[in-house]
């Protein structure tokens, strides 16, 4: 087990690590984590080695390498780098140095792949991953899982309309029409509160 100080030092090097392409020097690291003494840097590092989390190459400027996955990550989740703003340098977040994917999102979530082009004028394209929260009821405007005759699902904007009687689902593409339904024959599956994309 490491220390919560070891512990600081491997999640710094693993962030710089993966932020510049290359290890950081002992001065960083007692920069990176507010320490002004490079001789107590160089202690943490040495428990590193000793511990199997990296090794230093000795006739390198930047010899630290990480040897294996960081065990202090927790499970689904990604390193927390920074915040950044357009044309800025990204800036540390004290204290965050990774976020779960299933705390941001939430726990009554599912995940689906979204297929087609219906809903591009928003942002959702093809091969997106949608987050979805369960749930069975949704507001005017959410866009939302809907299962229509308990065969087809799709995503689409909800609307209300026939006081009631009729559910729209809208498409966010000017070039496709709504899709208006008896209120009987849709069911709500979940409303969408994020999105996932690779480039």
Do not use: C, W
């Not at 600081?8 to 993966?18: D, G, W």
């Not at 499970?75 to 977040?93: D, F, H, R, T, V």
């Not at 140095?97 to 999102?105: H, R």
């Amino acid at each position: 087990m490491l220390t919560d100080n070891q512990r600081t030092v491997l999640n710094f090097i693993e962030r710089y690590t993966m932020l510049h392409g290359v290890s950081p020097k002992l001065q960083e690291i007692a920069e990176g984590i507010g320490i002004s003494s490079r001789g107590v840097a160089h202690r943490y590092v040495q428990a590193l080695v000793d511990a199997g989390f990296i090794s230093i190459d000795k006739g390198k400027h930047r010899g630290i390498r990480l040897l294996r996955e960081n065990p202090h990550r927790a499970e689904n989740s990604l390193p927390l780098l920074g915040k950044i703003a357009a044309g800025k340098p990204i800036e540390a977040i004290p204290g965050e140095d990774e976020i779960n994917l299933v705390d941001f999102f939430g726990r009554n979530n599912f995940a689906i792949r979204v297929q087609g082009d219906s809903m591009i004028d928003i942002g959702i394209l093809d091969g997106d991953i949608a987050i979805i929260e369960f749930r069975e009821t949704a507001n005017d405007g959410d866009i939302v899982v809907a299962l229509i005759d308990e065969q087809e699902a799709t995503l689409k904007r909800f609307k209300r309309s026939g006081q009631g009687r009729f559910i729209e689902l809208l498409p966010e593409n000017a070039e496709m029409k709504p899709m208006v339904y008896g209120a009987h024959r849709v069911r709500i599956q979940g409303v969408l509160v994020g999105q996932l994309r690779r480039y």
